[in-house]
Every structure is written in structure tokens, then in C-alpha cells.
């Protein structure tokens, strides 16, 4: 999941109240990490309490049967206007956005920051026109990309008979898009493919928003939602139609930090906090939390960070939960942990998907497998659902 915006909407504020590490994961899965990755967290309701099971999970947390379950964040390079011709920190940004499945984009909604960045007085920006030019700016950039020899390659593939949907996706590799990406935006667009030289530019920039829409898709953190200039744009954000969750980025991190020092109780996603000794508070902090209570939890039930990122996965990637088990009665491994680990994976994806993603083995000697809600036998090729405990069934 990337984070991009333009400078100074709270990006890096988002990901430090993300990413800041409240607690160790014995088993964490992320070893080398760059320093503008970190990890965040999916949040589901665990399955500990339906089964009336207590957990021991390996590669994710259950907190008061909140499981929490590690995904990966980037904290991208901020984008200017200019970004695609090499303006800023154009390049950095393309790099780090290439791994993303989606996007994260903040915004300043309250509007007191123009284009660039910089301070202007609240209300005066349009949080729209920031999320349009990030977007012009990534298209430019791929346009760019296959812009460069399009003449020349077209020409020669026409001649030669080889295949335009090949060729790009060959060129987008790198950003994560597939053979089947390509295939699928051409034959939406219903471009030509026996005649690429055909193609107009305009053809071409269709063809590039379509790609990102499909392999990048993003929604919008309307973030500084605490500042009153933030309500109306926040309506006029929903208005067009995306997913647009209010986030207040600063008040999540004072509250994770808060946490962190046993100031109060909270679990990144919880609709409030509770302070279980305000005497230990100083005035400033009792002032501060306050703030945090009047101008974040009472108007938006949370401040959004955690359900930011939740909406990517579940909303925009359709992902899903599943907790894979070897004995379906006790719910636990081999080793007797119990609910040990829980898998975020793709939508669609299938008993036989789950073996493949435990281990490679498990899914060549598949035989079936077991849903230990229902103890039903499930085939290979049986979509999982969201929540589902599983036992694979194999040779090996
Ligand atoms: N009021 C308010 N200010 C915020 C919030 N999040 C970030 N900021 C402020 O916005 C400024 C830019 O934040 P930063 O995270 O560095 O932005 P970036 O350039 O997009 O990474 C800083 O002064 C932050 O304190 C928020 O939720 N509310
Ligand atoms: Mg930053």
C-alpha cells in the first residue's frame, strides 16, 4: 500500500501513526525494510471469540479479540505538478509507487496548502485539484513511458506480427501490471490491435488511466479533518462518488503514542479511548487528549487512519481473512498454538490458493479441504470468504 499526495497533506504523519510499532511480532515477516516502508496493520474482528477459543497467534497480534494482521506501507516521495518531467522528487515517487497493489492518497482537506504545498489560509485550496494533479502526473509519466518509441515499435510490431498487448505489458512490468491488465483495458477501450500506429494520443492516455485504475486503485484520506475548514470540502469530496475516508493523522498519532506510554487505552481502529488514571496527565496532555475527543472521535467516531487502510484492503482489493489450521477441531498447529496465523489474500481466492500461500508442497499433494465452521469438505477450486478457518487436506 502506497501513501502519495502532495507535500505537506500529512503523508509521513499518516505513516508514522501507522507504522509506529506499539507491539513486537515474534514472527515478523518483514525483514529488510527501506526507510520509507514500514508495517501497518489490517484490522478485523478475530474468530477467537466465535469459537470461544483463547489464541495464540505467530504472525499477527489479537488484541480483546481485535486481530491485527502486519501489511506493508510506503511512505512516497511527495508530488508536484512538473513530477512526470522530472520536477521534484518526481522520479523517487514512480519508484516507490511502482510495487503498490493501491494507493493511499492524502489530501489536505482543509484546504491550507495550496498546489505546491505551502501554507495558504484554510479553505482557500480545493482538496479536488491536488487529487487531479496527482493523477495527470502519474498518467504523464507512463504516457511518457511508452510515448517515447511508440512510432518506431508500432510500426516494426505491425510488420513483424508481434503482438501490442506483449509489448506493453513488457514495458509496465515494472510497475506491477500484468499480461492480463493490458489485455483486459485494450479490450474495454476496444483499441485496435492490429494497428497500434493507429493509435491517437488520446487513444494511448485512455489506455494509461485505465491501467491505473485497474492496478493502482486508490481512495482518498481527507486528512487535517480536525480543522473546521475541512467539513465542506470533506461533502464535496464524497460528492464525486469515490471512497473518501476522514482522517485526522495527527490525533492518531498522538493516541498510538499515548498508548505506548499506557497514557490510555487504545487500539488503533477503536471508536474512542478511555484514560484509565487522568491523574497521571499533565495539563497539557489532559488539554490535548480533550482536543483529540472533542474534534475527532465525537465528530467522525475515529480518526480514520486505521480505517483508511482498512478500506484499501477490503473495499478497494476485496481482500480476505483467512486463518489456516491443522487440526479443524482445536483450531491450532502442530505445535498447539492456537488460530496461530491469519492471511490477508486476494478476493476469489481458493482452498487451493490458501495451500499455495502456507506452502508449496501443501498445495501439490492437495487433496481437500476442511472448513472448520461447518466441518465441511471443501475442493480445490472453492472460493474462501472473509473470516473462514481452514485445514488443508494433503499427501504431503
Ligand atoms: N491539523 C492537522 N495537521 C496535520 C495533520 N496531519 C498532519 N498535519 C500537519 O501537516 C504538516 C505536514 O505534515 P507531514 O506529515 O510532514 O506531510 P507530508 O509532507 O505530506 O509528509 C505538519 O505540520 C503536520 O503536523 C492532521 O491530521 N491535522
Ligand atoms: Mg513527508
Same mark, same amino acid.
Given at each position: 500500500?502506497?501513501?502519495?499526495?502532495k507535500?505537506? @497533506?500529512?503523508?509521513?504523519?499518516f505513516?508514522?501513526?501507522?507504522?509506529?510499532?506499539?507491539?513486537?511480532?515474534? *514472527?515478523?515477516? &518483514?525483514?529488510?525494510?527501506?526507510p520509507?516502508?514500514?508495517? #501497518?496493520?489490517l =484490522?478485523?474482528?478475530?474468530?477467537?471469540?466465535e &469459537?470461544?477459543?483463547k489464541?495464540?497467534?505467530r /504472525?499477527?497480534?489479537c488484541? !480483546?479479540?481485535?486481530?491485527?494482521?502486519?501489511? =506493508?506501507?510506503?511512505?512516497?516521495?511527495?508530488?508536484?505538478?512538473g513530477?512526470?518531467?522530472?520536477?521534484?522528487?518526481?522520479?523517487?515517487?514512480?519508484?516507490d509507487?511502482r510495487?503498490?497493489?493501491?494507493?493511499?492518497?492524502v489530501v489536505d482537506?482543509?484546504g491550507?496548502?495550496?498546489? !505546491?504545498?505551502?501554507k495558504?489560509?484554510?479553505g482557500?485550496?480545493?482538496?479536488? =485539484? *491536488?487529487?487531479e494533479? @496527482?493523477?495527470?502526473e %502519474?498518467?504523464?509519466? @507512463?504516457f511518457g513511458?511508452?510515448?517515447?518509441?511508440?512510432?518506431?515499435?508500432? =510500426?516494426s510490431?505491425?510488420?513483424?506480427?508481434? +503482438?501490442?498487448?506483449?509489448?506493453?505489458? /513488457?514495458?509496465?512490468?515494472g510497475?506491477s501490471?500484468? &499480461?492480463?491488465?493490458?489485455?483486459?483495458?485494450?479490450?474495454?477501450?476496444?483499441?485496435?490491435?492490429?494497428?497500434?500506429?493507429?493509435?491517437?494520443?488520446?487513444?494511448?492516455?485512455?489506455?494509461?488511466?485505465?491501467?491505473?485504475?485497474?492496478t493502482?486503485?486508490?481512495?482518498?484520506?481527507? /486528512?487535517?479533518?480536525?480543522?473546521?475548514?475541512?467539513?465542506?470540502?470533506?461533502e +464535496?469530496l464524497?460528492?464525486?462518488?469515490?471512497?473518501?475516508v476522514?482522517?485526522?493523522?495527527e490525533? !492518531?498519532?498522538?493516541l498510538?503514542?499515548? #498508548?505506548?506510554?499506557?497514557?490510555?487505552?487504545?487500539?488503533?481502529g477503536?471508536?474512542g479511548f478511555v484514560?484509565?488514571?487522568?491523574?497521571?496527565l499533565?495539563?497539557a496532555?489532559?488539554?490535548a487528549?480533550g482536543?483529540?475527543?472533542?474534534?475527532?472521535?465525537?465528530?467522525?467516531?475515529g480518526t480514520?487512519?486505521?480505517?483508511?487502510?482498512? #478500506?484499501?484492503?477490503f473495499?478497494l482489493?476485496?481482500?480476505? @481473512?483467512? &486463518?489456516p489450521?491443522?487440526?479443524?477441531?482445536?483450531?491450532?498447529?502442530?505445535?498447539?498454538?492456537?488460530?496461530?496465523?491469519?492471511?490477508?489474500m486476494?478476493g476469489?481466492?481458493?482452498?487451493l490458493?490458501?495451500a499455495?500461500?502456507?506452502?508449496?508442497?501443501?498445495? !501439490?499433494? %492437495?487433496?481437500?479441504a476442511?472448513? #472448520?465452521r461447518?466441518? +465441511?469438505?471443501?475442493?480445490g477450486?472453492?472460493?474462501?470468504? /472473509?473470516?473462514?478457518?481452514?485445514?488443508i487436506?494433503?499427501?504431503?
Amino acid at each position: 500500500m502506497g501513501v502519495v499526495g502532495k507535500p505537506n @497533506v500529512g503523508k509521513s504523519t499518516f505513516f508514522a501513526a501507522a507504522t509506529l510499532k506499539d507491539v513486537q511480532i515474534a *514472527d515478523y515477516p &518483514f525483514t529488510t525494510i527501506q526507510p520509507n516502508m514500514g508495517v #501497518a496493520y489490517l =484490522r478485523t474482528q478475530c474468530v477467537c471469540r466465535e &469459537f470461544g477459543v483463547k489464541d495464540t497467534p505467530r /504472525n499477527s497480534l489479537c488484541v !480483546e479479540g481485535v486481530r491485527l494482521i502486519p501489511v =506493508r506501507l510506503v511512505d512516497v516521495a511527495g508530488l508536484v505538478e512538473g513530477a512526470s518531467q522530472g520536477r521534484g522528487l518526481g522520479n523517487q515517487f514512480l519508484d516507490d509507487v511502482r510495487q503498490a497493489d493501491a494507493l493511499i492518497q492524502v489530501v489536505d482537506a482543509s484546504g491550507s496548502t495550496d498546489l !505546491e504545498g505551502r501554507k495558504v489560509a484554510p479553505g482557500s485550496n480545493d482538496p479536488l =485539484r *491536488d487529487i487531479e494533479m @496527482v493523477e495527470r502526473e %502519474f498518467d504523464l509519466w @507512463v504516457f511518457g513511458i511508452l510515448k517515447k518509441d511508440w512510432e518506431r515499435q508500432s =510500426r516494426s510490431l505491425e510488420q513483424t506480427g508481434g +503482438k501490442i498487448v506483449e509489448h506493453l505489458a /513488457n514495458r509496465l512490468t515494472g510497475l506491477s501490471v500484468t &499480461f492480463g491488465d493490458v489485455e483486459q483495458v485494450v479490450l474495454h477501450l476496444k483499441l485496435r490491435t492490429e494497428k497500434p500506429s493507429h493509435w491517437t494520443d488520446e487513444e494511448l492516455m485512455h489506455f494509461v488511466m485505465g491501467i491505473r485504475k485497474l492496478t493502482k486503485p486508490s481512495l482518498i484520506a481527507a /486528512n487535517k479533518a480536525d480543522l473546521p475548514a475541512a467539513f465542506p470540502n470533506i461533502e +464535496k469530496l464524497k460528492g464525486t462518488g469515490r471512497t473518501v475516508v476522514a482522517c485526522a493523522s495527527e490525533a !492518531e498519532l498522538l493516541l498510538r503514542r499515548a #498508548a505506548e506510554h499506557g497514557l490510555v487505552a487504545y487500539t488503533p481502529g477503536d471508536r474512542g479511548f478511555v484514560v484509565p488514571s487522568p491523574e497521571k496527565l499533565s495539563p497539557a496532555q489532559k488539554n490535548a487528549l480533550g482536543m483529540v475527543d472533542e474534534m475527532v472521535m465525537k465528530v467522525y467516531g475515529g480518526t480514520g487512519v486505521q480505517e483508511a487502510i482498512n #478500506a484499501a484492503y477490503f473495499g478497494l482489493l476485496n481482500a480476505i @481473512v483467512v &486463518f489456516p489450521v491443522e487440526d479443524e477441531t482445536k483450531l491450532s498447529d502442530k505445535g498447539g498454538k492456537v488460530l496461530p496465523d491469519a492471511y490477508v489474500m486476494k478476493g476469489g481466492s481458493t482452498a487451493l490458493d490458501l495451500a499455495r500461500t502456507v506452502h508449496s508442497e501443501l498445495a !501439490e499433494g %492437495f487433496l481437500y479441504a476442511i472448513d #472448520a465452521r461447518t466441518g +465441511k469438505r471443501l475442493a480445490g477450486d472453492h472460493k474462501l470468504g /472473509n473470516r473462514d478457518v481452514v485445514k488443508i487436506v494433503s499427501t504431503k
